[in-house]
């Protein structure tokens, strides 16, 4: 067994590096040594499977870690974009870009690709993560000195756009996350931080000319009348921090004013008109009000929630939805077969993010009355899903229990072959034993 898995991970690495090849041609990187980056990546690969207390995860973030800290920055940038993978969580690739210190990466390097307009994926997660690294709650991850280089990049990018007509949505949701991260440490500070001063000007200048489209303008000029910690005391306020900069100050407006609407059930209506608005953090946020307020007419919000889920273009929006059908899944029994006819018929196919929110809402529609072809269907999913989608995958199959059994061999295929550490350990511990406690690894 341990040689095969061995062999299995030795296949896998051989992959990973041909991908880095790939990604080092493409992203453009002429100056890097692609044999110090694919070993940079080779180094990453064994450290993100193995669990964190073994010798072999202990070893592997070591030599990583000696290894980044020795490259020229040309190099640390084209390793940082290799390590990064397009479906892993925040955490993980924040996690990566960690062990290039707090100094960071090479402040030119990162503004040719915060300049890039034809960024590769890998150069768009590394741009987001490590953006993220200007909130609050990544105090240690940076210094102060390298985040100011980030503020005054996303200043100089934002200036050069407000001279555009038209910026591609893609780009203004990749700002979007930017400014989020910006504001969440320095907004009202523009007195003290010249940086933040510059980027202010930024946002008011590119805020000033209207496009069409143009959901990030919309959301700078609402920001321009928001403070960072608005009050929250009436439905007004609460309305309009839905719009905030700030996940905390949205997820308060919408638990205000899930309570509200069991006063004032006039008020669902003005929520779920702002299921329109333009701003995607809106009519995320106003989705979620939903999850807070169960008792307002479900036959409304389901078919809304469904239209967001199978249709919005907004990735926080779709996930938004499927936490409120979620909330409602008593109720919502009947959308089953909609969303499974969206993976199964549905062309061209939705795309990773949406099918796994697709999925696991299906995982919470599941009860003791669904029938065994719905059952069978949800599973035939799952499993082409595996890949594409894993954690929604592996959430549907949890939730299918011993009717999951034909798939214990794809699971256990995805376990050896694809999945890190984090998905081994989920389906060993959860997975394997909602389906078969007999498949799971004996501990």
Known sequence: MMVTRRILCAKRQRSVILGVILVIAAAGF???????????????????????????????????AEFLSGLSPADKLAAATAMMRRGDGDDINAAALELFGTDGLSAAGLKGLVENNRRTWPQRVLVRTYYRFLRPEYETRLSEPARRE??????????????????????????????????SRYAGREGEVKEMASLHAAMKAYAATRRKDDVLGDSIRAWETMTPDPKISNSAEA???????????????AVFLGSA?????????????????????????????FSFALSYQPEKVIPA????????????????AAGT???????AQAIADRLLEELITRKPHPGPRRTASIL?????????????????????????????????????????????????????????????????????RHVLMAIDPTAAPSK
């Open 325 to 331: 059908l979620i909330a409602h899944s008593d109720e």
């Open 239 to 253: 309305l309009a921090a839905l719009g905030h900069w700030g996940a905390l100050v949205q997820q308060k407006a």
């Open 360 to 428: 696991t809402t299906l995982s919470y529609l599941l009860n003791d009355s669904t029938p065994g072809s719905q059952k069978k269907r949800l599973l035939e999913v799952a499993v082409a899903n595996l890949e594409f989608a894993p954690s929604g995958a592996l959430r549907a199959m949890e939730a299918l229990g011993p009717d999951a059994r034909p798939a214990v061999g794809n699971i256990k295929r995805y376990r050896d072959t694809k999945a890190d550490r984090f998905t081994r350990l989920r389906i060993d």
């Open 150 to 183: 980030l503020l005054q990049m996303l200043a100089d990018r934002l200036g050069a756009l407000a001279k555009t007509k038209s910026i591609d949505y893609g780009e203004q949701r990749l700002l979007m996350h930017m400014l989020q991260a910006a504001l």
């Open 305 to 320: 929630m469904v239209k967001l889920l199978v249709w919005d273009r907004s990735v926080i929006v779709q996930e938004s």
């Open 30 to 64: 002429v100056h890097a040594d692609s044999t110090a980056v694919k070993q940079a990546a080779e180094l990453w690969e064994q450290m993100r499977s193995a669990y964190v207390n073994s010798d072999e995860f202990a070893e592997a973030h070591d030599k990583l």
């Open 261 to 289: 609407i069991r006063k004032d059930p006039a008020l669902g209506d003005k929520i779920l008109a702002l299921l329109q608005d333009p701003r995607d953090d809106v009519r995320a946020a106003a989705a979620s009000v």
